[in-house]
């Protein structure tokens, strides 16, 4: 039997210094020469929240020794939860009298698979009493979510509790804040106290602080933080007001999170959070200072086209919300994005946590990535960027009138613009949409599920692409004609690379070669693609070629170089390449094509 494994300690120590020679070694490859003092600002990524993700991070990153601090320690970044950690509640979300597709039995086939607590999303409040009535308030918790009509949906579940005790952890979800933002009308917590009031009586929880209104209008993860926890903190303010103790005020906020493929983010994000909140509430004089936390895949994440894609992005922002410590999960069905929410989809999602529950035993320990150097500094970098404009929003009216003013409207939509830039140019790139696209027509599509608003904008990251796509559907198969220069070993890869891209948009490419003896026949929109050496001397007769047959615009694949003069005086119109705008050249390009 081995008694002890001794792992990394029989490798031999190895510098920061030593490491930057040999990554400098490794980038001389692909981009000459490179000093090693150079090469983490080389490969660091900057993020929109002002500081940069850098390739290696080590305990000397970390301002205070965090490896061997146990949850609930300090600033709650670990969570609250005992060293041997505990399973996270498993919460599927419902839609009550509308919304997508759904089976008529999806109530009892969420209770009969598991699921531990439900979140109703409430289209048309008048239905609600009925669906509450199959659900036994008892043992199930429910959390509800209304729109407009929240107080409603609050009064009808207030008035259905059961005398006899009502399950841990239900909530009215009541989200004036976040609603206000949804639909740009005016903030009103002070209207929610006499319903808060009553559920306290209940033991039951009244607020759900919605992170997924921010999130879905572009906000960077540190902007989400700000603005959200800003939103719980005007809430917790104005329960104070009305007289509340402190600690029943926080008891009586809940904080729905959304995770997303970007796992490392996310899981920072959660702890970043209860880090934030933390500090807010020692501020109050509570004790207590735990946040609850529901994590939610991302919407904005989920794609229309090859909808199969979301099963793994889903996937891993349920592993990212587990590890980062949320007390209950939910997995939105990976078919939303085109409106249908039935039985497998709600069951996928459903068996993506028991997965990783009874297989991957994720829940088995608390904050499992607690002391990695990489999430530690990261949560203290969202916290402090997060914090810094948190400060900054209270300093000037709060979220209330940065609402109002429509200051925190634009500041989100300069973000998302400058996000659209990154999605457009394909350097943040998706899967089955704007790299590998799935080439298969879509017909009866659906509209995806959007909640009601007016206010904020809901963005999902593969629209632009979705939109080009729904342009060339209905328009058939519009076609570009890749004019091929050289042999396939000198095309080959140039050609994979311009039919992908024009794929993303939903046109069809078609190969010739250029040098055909016999007349071109081609479409409006010619590509020319080949390798650098034969541009030089074979790219202005095929630039001439195409023209002689009709082209209308000729692209060529690569970078211009010192060829663009050239390239211009043969006839060549603009260039695709790695990096280029992927969504500009698709727009153009269909309307070429005359794609309405």
Known sequence: MIESLSLAQDFPSVSREDWRQLAAAALARSRGEV???????LLAAATPDGFSIRPLYTSADLGRDLESAPPAYGDRRRGTAPATGSAWSVR????????????PDAVTDALRNDVASLWLTVVDHQALPEYLGNIELAETPVVIEGFASSRECAQILLSQLPSSGVAAGTSLGLDPVGWAAASGEQVNIAGDID??????????????????????????????LALTTAAGLSVLRELETAGWDPADAADAIEFRWVVTDEQFTSIAKLRAARLLWSRILRLANVDNTGQSQHAVSSVAMLSARDPWVNLIRNCVAAFAGAVGGAESLTVEPHTLAVGNADDFAQRMSRNT?????????????????????????LTTE???????????????????????????????????????????????????VSEFPDRIREKNMEQPWVRP???LPQHRIAERYEELRDRADAAGDPQVTLLTIGSLASYGSREAFAANLFAAGGIQTQSIAASAESELSVSQVVCLVGADSDYASEAADAARRARQAGAKRVLLAGKPGERAESDREAGVDGYIYLGCDAVSVLEQSLSDLGVA
């Open 35 to 41: 000093a090693p003092e150079d090469v983490e600002r």
């Open 92 to 103: 599927e979300r419902l839609w009550v009298g509308g919304g997508p597709q759904q089976d």
């Open 195 to 224: 319903l808060a009031t009553r559920a306290h009586e209940r033991g039951v929880r009244a607020f759900t602080i919605d992170s997924s209104i921010y999130h879905e209008a572009g906000a960077s993860p540190a902007q989400e």
């Open 353 to 377: 946590q028991h997965l990783l529950l009874g297989e991957s035993n994720i829940g088995f320990v608390a904050d499992p990535a607690g002391g990695s150097y990489f999430v530690e500094q």
């Open 382 to 432: 969202l916290s402090e960027s997060a914090w810094v404009q948190l400060q900054s929003l209270d300093a000037s009216g709060g979220i209330v009138e940065g609402l109002s003013s429509g200051a925190i409207a634009q500041q989100l939509s300069d973000t998302w613009h400058e996000r659209s830039a990154q999605i457009a140019n394909r350097r943040e790139a998706i899967t089955g």
């Open 453 to 455: 608003g007016g206010g």
